[in-house]
């Protein structure tokens, strides 16, 4: 995953493990229609990666942006959580805007 991220991500990207399966990327100056497809284009490779197609591993995820979803770093995090989640029960293998 760490290197699917390092690919597709620009220069002043930021990805960052945040737990045991969770990753928080920081996407500079990117809106939520750009977070979202940086988001499905990692689903898509994931996709294509070993262990993830052999044994049906899937991506949900939830997007989270300045300052349409919150103004602190904190609630950014919570927001993004809370629509990661939303993703996850909703069916997984997908990904959520909070916007």
């Excluded at 197609?53 to 770093?73: D, L, N, W, Y």
């Amino acid at each position: 995953m760490a290197a699917v991220l390092t690919d597709i991500s620009r220069e002043e990207d930021m990805p960052c493990r945040y737990g045991g399966e969770e990753f928080i990327v920081v996407l500079p100056e990117t809106g939520s229609e750009g977070a979202i497809r940086y988001a499905e284009r990692l689903r898509d490779r994931m996709r294509e990666e070993e262990p993830f197609q052999s044994k049906k591993i899937t991506v949900s995820g939830g997007i989270s942006t300045f300052p349409h979803s919150a103004t602190e770093p904190a609630r950014l995090l919570e927001s993004a959580d809370a629509a990661m989640y939303k993703a996850k029960f909703s069916g997984k293998d997908r990904i959520i805007s909070a916007d």
